[in-house]
């Protein structure tokens, strides 16, 4: 059997039992001897890979890379650079014959090794330029791929000034997906909604296309929701902003990470930029110590004034739980200049609510009214939660009852004990910003509930 027939039943072999390291390394050390170093290479590789310790593995890689050229196989030219420091121009001397058969005996393992490069010599240790890969390398560029090389389908790295890439939505979501906050509608309809419907009167009345508004009120209440509902009912583009699409370790980019986001904005516009947890961005610059942060706060009053950019066709939402750790800057008119608290849900918004969560679960002699009666101060995320929790309930007395049962009002009856309004807490803190930093009217609207509810 020829040395080829072998190598290929080995091949088939192994490729039936990849694993079977022995058999792996017999191969390789035929591929080396019939002169296919990249095919051996692979081979020791995936060895290694199972075990970097084995010495028959690491001598046969010392070999393959760095053990001398290759003896060719029959009828195969010689290929490479020679590393037995014989120049290339030589290669045909006989001189040079003698050093390939004693290369092709160390190679083989039947004929004394090869001596090592002296220093002075092309592919001495220390030797500036003279990398001992280099020849290999050359030698099978055609063969062994790059370690790195991008897709086909991958774009390439956005560098220089061009801009990045940011989400920009189409919000399917209406006004009218919104339970209750009438009030806050109304607000909504006279600052954006009846100017964009109007565009005769809104040139009558010289009324800009462009503005801010900021939301404010208890985690929880819909306030993010909303924004995308302002957009759907505009028809516009929708874009988020956190501090996480901003901040950005080296200094100055930033900066540009915030330019750029509006620049995409002005292009899509009509565009809702919404502004989430709006006092992250812009912190009372009394009160922050970072030089970043504070160049930060600067580049978002920029960009809000439109110093960097026409800002006509882009509505600014903003929203936060904290509108006393606000710049007061932001809140100057042609900025954020109108300001909406967003109450926890009314009783029709909760019942909306609830519906919306209970859709699709099985209910049975459920008591709407009860549970909206019960739920007093809860936000839209607690109404969750209060659903959530009464399925957990049903599902676990199905579980441990062997038989599939309906939710039922018990089972709200059990997580109404366990669950507390979330909004209490904020409140609490309102109620002294209410009562003692209210100088400017900005907390008339909040002043005005916590009197009805007898907070205040």
Not at 17 to 38: E, I, K, N, T
Not at 252 to 272: D, I, K, M, W, Y
Not at 396 to 409: H, N, T
Request: proline letters at 8%; one cysteine or more.
């Amino acid at each position: 059997m020829t040395s080829d027939s072998v190598i290929d039943s080995l091949s088939a072999a192994v490729g039936a039992s990849p694993d079977d390291v022995p058999l792996r390394l017999h191969l390789a050390g035929l591929l080396l001897d019939a002169g296919r170093p990249a095919e051996a290479i692979a081979h020791v590789g995936q060895a290694l890979a199972r075990n970097p310790a084995d010495p028959q593995a690491q001598a046969l890689m010392q070999r393959a890379l760095g053990g001398g050229t290759p003896a060719p196989a029959a009828g195969r030219p010689v290929s490479g650079t020679p590393t037995s420091g014989t120049p290339v121009s030589d290669a045909a001397s006989p001189g040079a014959a003698a050093g390939a058969d004693a290369s092709a005996g160390a190679v083989g393992g039947t004929g004394p090794a090869a001596d090592p490069p002296r220093p002075g010599q092309p592919g001495a240790p220390g030797q500036p330029g003279d990398d001992p890969l280099a020849a290999y390398e050359q030698e099978l560029a055609d063969v062994v791929p790059p370690r790195f090389s991008p897709a086909g389908d991958q774009p390439e790295p956005v560098t220089g000034d061009a801009d990045r890439m940011f989400d920009v939505e189409v919000s399917t979501i209406r006004l009218g997906d919104v339970g209750g906050m009438t009030e806050v509608k109304e607000r909504l309809e006279l600052a954006f909604l009846g100017p964009l419907r109007n565009p005769e009167l809104r040139k009558l009345y010289g009324k800009s296309l462009r503005g801010g508004l900021m939301l404010y009120g208890p985690p929880g209440c819909g306030k993010t929701f909303l924004a995308k509902a302002i957009a759907g009912e505009m028809g516009a583009k929708f874009i988020s902003l956190s501090i996480v699409d901003v901040l950005d370790m080296w200094i100055g980019n930033s900066e540009r990470n915030l330019h750029e986001l509006f620049q995409t904005a002005r292009r899509s516009a009509p565009c809702v930029l919404f502004l989430d947890e709006v006092d992250a961005l812009g912190h009372k610059r009394s009160k922050v110590t970072s030089s970043g942060m504070r160049t930060i706060g600067n580049q978002l009053l920029a960009e809000l004034d439109g110093v960097e950019g026409n800002n006509e066709g882009v509505f600014v939402l903003a929203a936060t739980n904290t509108p006393w750790d606000v710049d007061p800057a932001l809140r100057r008119p042609g900025r954020l200049d109108r300001v909406v608290l967003v109450l926890p849900p009314d009783a029709p918004a909760r019942t909306s609510i609830l519906e919306y969560h209970l859709r699709e679960r099985p209910i049975a002699n459920i008591d709407v009214r009860r549970i909206v009666a019960a739920t007093d101060d809860f936000s839209g995320a607690d109404l969750a939660h209060l659903c959530e929790s009464a399925a957990e309930y049903a599902m676990a007395d199905s579980i441990r009852r062997g038989e599939v049962r309906m939710i039922e009002q018990r089972d709200f009856d059990r997580a109404l004990k366990d669950i507390r309004p979330s909004t209490k807490p904020w409140f609490a803190t309102a109620r002294n910003v209410a009562m003692f930093a209210n100088e400017g009217g900005m907390y008339d609207d909040l002043v005005g509930y916590l009197k009805r509810r007898k907070l205040l």
